[in-house]
């Protein structure tokens, strides 16, 4: 099976957990007063293929993401 990995970024309230949420139904959040307090995180399989999809909130614009 392939896997591959995709991470979601932006501001507060920019609409992570509601795009990570609209394209997996069992995707997994803890939010606290509405709020997102831990990174969300989804998993879609077709076929043999797998993604592992994450958001993840960035306080600094200059900063570097790998994934």
């Given at each position: 099976m392939r896997m591959g990995k995709a991470l979601v970024v932006g501001a507060a309230e920019a609409g992570k957990s509601t795009l990570i949420k609209a394209i997996s139904p069992t995707a997994m959040n803890l939010a606290v007063n509405g709020r997102t307090v831990a990174m969300d995180h989804a998993t879609l399989e077709r076929s043999s293929r797998?993604?592992?999809?994450a958001a993840q909130f960035l306080q600094h614009r200059n900063c570097v993401v790998v994934v």
């Amino acid at each position: 099976m392939r896997m591959g990995k995709a991470l979601v970024v932006g501001a507060a309230e920019a609409g992570k957990s509601t795009l990570i949420k609209a394209i997996s139904p069992t995707a997994m959040n803890l939010a606290v007063n509405g709020r997102t307090v831990a990174m969300d995180h989804a998993t879609l399989e077709r076929s043999s293929r797998r993604l592992s999809v994450a958001a993840q909130f960035l306080q600094h614009r200059n900063c570097v993401v790998v994934v």
